[in-house]
């Protein structure tokens, strides 16, 4: 892998967490999943600037992960990043990512249940934050980005890569 520092974005329920736990066992990179960083044991979370500096924190690093799209603080990771994995999955495939997913997950530190306002969160992605994500990477046509539009997509990758790294598929 020629890159270091690496963020995975995209829509809720997509697959990010899940690509970016196996991106990291297959390149050694660090992982830094945001949903772990921002949320709280007790469902509360952090503040933005106490956020944003937790992510600088991270992003001041040689090599990193940055798993998650919380896209009031994306453009300080695509800034930062020198590829950038984009999930634009359909949003039908999101919200049963999120409605089919564990409660109990590890890349955060509560349980949350999938409530009407994440789905209409989703449902408003393509129309709100994915436009967002686009005008990033045209403002930073530097950073290499490698979108996925389907899971087969994502498998085929993960694939190729462990082959490229040795392991047996």
Known sequence: MDYKKIIVIGCSGAGKST?????????GLPLYNLDRVYWLPDTSHLERPDFIKKQKKIMRGDEWIIDGNYRKTIKYRIKECELCYFFDMPTEICIEGVLKRDKKREDIACELEPDEELINDIKAYPEIARPKALKLFEKYPEVRVITFKSHSEVNEYLDKLRRDYGFNV
Request: glycine content about 0%; aromatic content about 12%.
């Open 19 to 27: 690509f970016s736990k196996q991106l990291a066992e297959i390149t």
